[in-house]
């Protein structure tokens, strides 16, 4: 079992940075491929990034590709998404994912936490 929690959430103007973590529970935490997906208001909740065990690999929706990054400290248990260059399209609620491998964290993943709101003003 693992639980997650996001913080770092808030309001930036267009252009700003954010950074958000994921705090997870657990000793296995550092099996586990994690993930941030976003849902804007009344649309679906969509894949932003997933990172691998190690954090050799990771993946980004296209539209964030050289703006957002994804990385880990499992010292820490913790996985985190650097927010440059925001645009008011990236308000969302920010969620993360964790699952058995990238694979599934971007399609079924096992756990999620239970979000954290960035709105971004023009």
């Given at each position: 079992?693992?639980?997650?929690?996001?913080?770092?959430?808030?309001?930036?103007?267009?252009?700003?940075?954010?950074?958000?973590?994921?705090a997870a529970s657990g000793r296995t935490f550092s099996t586990y491929a994690m993930g941030w997906f976003?849902?804007?208001?009344?649309?679906?909740?969509?894949?932003?990034?997933?990172?691998?065990?190690?954090?050799?690999?990771?993946?980004?929706?296209?539209?964030?590709?050289?703006?957002?990054?994804?990385?880990?400290?499992?010292?820490?248990?913790?996985?985190?998404?650097?927010?440059?260059?925001?645009?008011?399209?990236?308000?969302?609620?920010?969620?993360?994912?964790?699952?058995?491998?990238?694979?599934?964290?971007?399609?079924?993943?096992?756990?999620?936490?239970?979000?954290?709101?960035?709105?971004?003003?023009?």
């Amino acid at each position: 079992q693992v639980q997650l929690v996001e913080s770092g959430g808030g309001l930036v103007q267009a252009g700003g940075s954010l950074r958000l973590s994921c705090a997870a529970s657990g000793r296995t935490f550092s099996t586990y491929a994690m993930g941030w997906f976003r849902q804007a208001p009344g649309k679906e909740r969509t894949f932003v990034a997933v990172i691998n065990w190690s954090g050799s690999t990771t993946y980004y929706l296209d539209s964030v590709k050289g703006r957002f990054t994804i990385s880990r400290d499992n010292a820490k248990n913790t996985v985190y998404l650097q927010m440059n260059s925001l645009k008011p399209e990236d308000t969302a609620v920010y969620y993360c994912a964790a699952a058995g491998s990238m694979m599934v964290v971007r399609s079924t993943p096992a756990y999620w936490g239970q979000g954290t709101q960035v709105t971004v003003s023009s």
